[in-house]
């Protein structure tokens, strides 16, 4: 841990605790631009890229931030050189294993958003056992968006509450915003208030469509292996200066 990273283990004192967003999501993009940067290999920047995600994660916990949401393999990935997949998939295996004792000491609760039957068998396997053993954590939500698509989630969503009006289990005037959001992989947990993409792109890449309604967005144009500490400190003091009006008009 570098000096300035040692600094920033309390919540600097220009932010203010009681204003801080309860749930962060991020679109950690840029890992190839970072990787070409560096004259590497693609890969080499998403492997970098799980050293910044593991320290915006402590981030948050140190910090008091509730939820954290990851964006890691959308459903338009799978279009990737087939290396690169595979790279990812072992990536996502290798690091869920070797993380699963710290995030059990850190009180982490890991859940995987996405359609996950469609991944390799052993990340799964691993998915599950990380999912099942966190369980009960209380120190952060940490959500992984793998195979994610926004519009996947909400026709899967569609879908189910469709087969419930089938089955006289639900009827249709009762579906409302509450009982849609029920059926999304992320119910449980608030909606994002801060949005965070790196690397430039103002795009929102299927990502959380119905979630993001009244979210903050913040870009940066680091990239996502270059994000850290002194970076996400600056987007949450941005975000501590939007004035969210939800619609409405301040008095
Ligand atoms: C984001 O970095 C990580 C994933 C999508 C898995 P990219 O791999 O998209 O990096 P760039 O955008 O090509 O630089
Ligand atoms: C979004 O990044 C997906 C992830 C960060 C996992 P992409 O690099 O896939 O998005 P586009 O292609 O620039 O929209
Ligand atoms: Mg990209």
Redesign the pocket.
Known sequence: MTANQTILRELPADLKRDRLPRHVAV???GNGRWAKKQGLPRIMGHRRGVDALKDILRCCKDWGIGALTA????T??WGRPLEEVDFLMTLFERVLRQELKEMMEENVQIQFVGNLDALPRSLQNEIRSSMEETRNNKGIQFRV?TNYGGRQEILQACKTIATKVQQGLLQPEDIDESVFAHHLYTAGTCDPDLLIRTSG?M?I?N?LLWQVAYAEIYVTDTLWPDFDRTEFHHALAAYQQRDRRFGKVNQ
Do not use: G, P, V
Not at 71 to 74: H, I, Q, V
């Open positions: 679109i950690m993009d964006y890691a393999f959308s338009e990935n968006a792109e795009r890449s990502f």
